[in-house]
């Protein structure tokens, strides 16, 4: 299947070694500081966020930074300027620049020095659009009045000069040429499709108020074969050294002496990007041999330190200001850190303090180290300019804390927890999300741990549980609790409000252990056309399908290799030759068998000619008939009705000897809480709320509750659309098959009755144990490779996937 449904391999290993290791025990391991960190009540690195208020300031601030004693920040907002402030610490004596800009304008890295001018990378697009008609002379002329400026390095520019161009270029030209581009686009080119464009690059610097100093012809000065050019990183240091990251290397800037090379990347490919640090330090972030490095940079000679030791795996951005060296930040937490030493302190942490970062942020500053200001953004991501105070210990109130445990604990998670510590008088919670452990020599080691830690009994209270996970040993090991009493109990939330097939199919033994706020469907489709009224089909029908077509047996499915159709096979069937409940398997049937030998008509590995025989077309003109795929809403089945196959399609299933449809329910996103949680009844409060009317709406795939499943069904009828304030913007939907753009209407009424009808006939959950699986390939490569039958492989896993079986149940 696509997209959701591959993880990797490498994870899917690590699970399944881990689980063959550990399978029989109930041993606490070593190792455990994450869980047993997120554990305690921390109030050491706890502060307040006010939003900062500032008359004359923008609320939509996108950059901010230290310059001398004093903060800048930077906001685009959308009304052809770009808006450069600075002002103290405390707020006050603001001062504003304006930047003239336009909508086919973008500015990178916008930033003042100690006088009060403003530097930037301006990005310009002359954009063709769909109906123009414009000749190589036309395309190539530029009125000398619409340049941004006309100094260039190596050009001598006199005070006088400098003076004419920002007088007569910037304050009439570029605000004329702003207000015009933008009305123009507004009233002529709003609905058209932009067919090509051509790219401008400049360096430019602006006064105080607003007055263009001088530009730079970037593409001129770096001239390539591309018409693309970009600046990776640049930056002013305090002492006015303006520094460029590019392709080629790291150049420093003067007017009198132009670019000069300071570090060659002799045609490596190495992205610096610079770090400016307190009391005018500077460093360089850039990936190296060892993963993600920050060492110190020297300017004046080039010379880049050591790399530092204190990062690891994970995401990290870098501010100024204050007090450390640099500030560290990661997706949990800001650091303070000592280039000296090269340690780094825990400052601040994010869910101690209720602040709803999820990521590294890069946009702060520290006015000291306990004070910051920070770019922190909603809900729907438009950033607002924050002040964090730290809040003396003491005066931290006391709770108690819940563990929530995962593997890439995604932002719908955060945004939730977030929302509950901040609501809560009595609980927090605190992420565990063992990505931590994973390095450059093991990716899926953080699975691995993550298994170990669950089946050992060293849980945290609330598990995100991955597809690849054993969920179905879980469960009957009794790790899971029963959340059976809380739906019948809950004032709030009830089964009667769930899609009731769906929900029925996640029960074990006819109890609820795991939380599923949304789903997919896991399915094969198939033109109508050429299995009017079955609902099913065997391995035996899709070769004869294929003989009677003359499609080429390779490519019938599209491009799958041979362990992937294996792979897709067990997760959809798997289920039916394991019955967890009794322990007993049926890989021995004759239905399993002819599996496998069908299985064996498919290529071991795809050679790279096949992308270029199987065509984005080949479903369409019948060169392939089934594709093995998801669903994830009613949309994505108009994209394939419409687009990839267009014509009916049915949803027959994986193909199987056992007479059923084998579609199945993919659960998205898997909830449980730990049998041995000393929280229960707070740990419920918290995953309870993926059933909210809140949560539900803002589901983009299959919702679990009916009431927002039944919306969902009834917006697939209408043409898309987006908010703009509080008007209703619609536009249409399409799908690209090559170069072609084919419209997709909305879906008609009994487009959506015949989805919701198939989703509400399934009760089988889209299954995956990878130590099951490995079982089964690592058995099955025997038969590949003509050293066993089929019937002696499939013997052979019945008897180890039954003794793996009893033992993990």
Known sequence: MKGYLKRGLCIGMAM????????????????????????KASKDHVFSANAVDIDGLSENINRVGAIGDRVYAVSSSGDDYVYVYTFNPDGSDLKTTKIPSAYNMYYQNACPDKDGNVY?????????????????????????????????????????????VSEEVSEEVLEEASEETSEEVSENEEDKEIV????????????????????????KEFASDEDYFDVHDFTVTDDGIILFSMEKGIFTYSEE????????NAGQYMYYYFQKGFNGKLFVSYYGDTGYCLSTFDPKDGKIGEPSKVLGNGDYSFFGGNGYDLYISDNTAFYGYDAASDTKTKILDYVDSDIQLTNSTSLAVAISDVEFLACIPDEEYNFHLYRLNKIPPEQVKDKQILTLGGYYIDYDIRRLVYDFNQKSNDYKIKFVDYSSFDNEDSYGAGA???????????????????????????????????????????????????????????KTNGK?????????????????????GKDTITFDECKKLIQETGVNQQYAFGIIPRSAFLDEGLKYAGKNYIDWENKTCHFDSESFVNFLEYSKNFMEEIPDSAYDSVKDTAYLNDEALFNITSINSFRAYNQYKKGYFGSDVTMIGYPNELGVNSSSI??????????????????????KKFYSDEYQKEVYEFPITKAAFEESGKLAT?????????????????????????KLEPMSLEEVAEVTNFIKSLNQVYSSNDSIDSIITEEASAFYSGQKTAKEVADIIQSRVSIYVNENS
């Not at 610097?205 to 593409?219: A, E, I, P, R, T």
Request: aromatic letters at 12%.
């Open 257 to 264: 002496n132009g670019f000069k090379t300071v570090v060659d």
């Open 120 to 164: 930037a990378v301006c990005y310009k697009y002359n954009y063709e659009y769909e109906d123009e008609e414009t000749s190589d002379e036309s395309a190539d002329e530029t009125s000398e009045d619409e340049e941004i400026g006309v100094a260039h390095a190596g050009e001598e520019a006199s005070e006088e000069a400098s003076e004419e």
């Open 448 to 506: 691995e741990k993550f298994n170990m830690d669950i089946i050992s009994g060293n849980t945290p209270d609330i598990i995100v549980v991955g597809n690849e996970m054993p969920v179905d040993s879980y469960i009957n090991k009794g790790l899971f609790l029963d959340l059976t009493p809380y739906f019948e109990k809950d004032p709030d939330i009830s089964e009667s409000d769930m899609v009731t097939n769906v929900f029925d199919a996640l």
């Open 718 to 742: 209408q043409k898309p659309f987006y908010m703009d304030g509080d008007e209703k913007v619609e536009y249409d939907d399409y799908y690209y098959r090559g170069d072609e753009e084919i």
């Open 666 to 687: 993919y659960p998205l996103l898997r909830v449980a809480v730990s049998a041995q949680s000393k929280n229960k009844d707070a740990a419920w409060e918290f995953v």
């Open 512 to 532: 609820t252990y795991q939380v599923v706020p949304k789903f997919m469907i896991g399915t094969m489709l198939v033109k109508t056309k050429y299995v009017e």
């Open 16 to 39: 399944a070694l881990a689980f063959s290791f550990t399978g029989c025990g109930k041993e606490k391991k070593p190792g455990n500081e994450l869980l047993e960190e997120a554990s």
């Open 196 to 219: 090509d464009s051509e790219q401008e690059s400049y360096f430019v610097k602006y006064d105080s108020d607003g007055n263009l100093l001088y530009q730079v012809d970037l593409m």
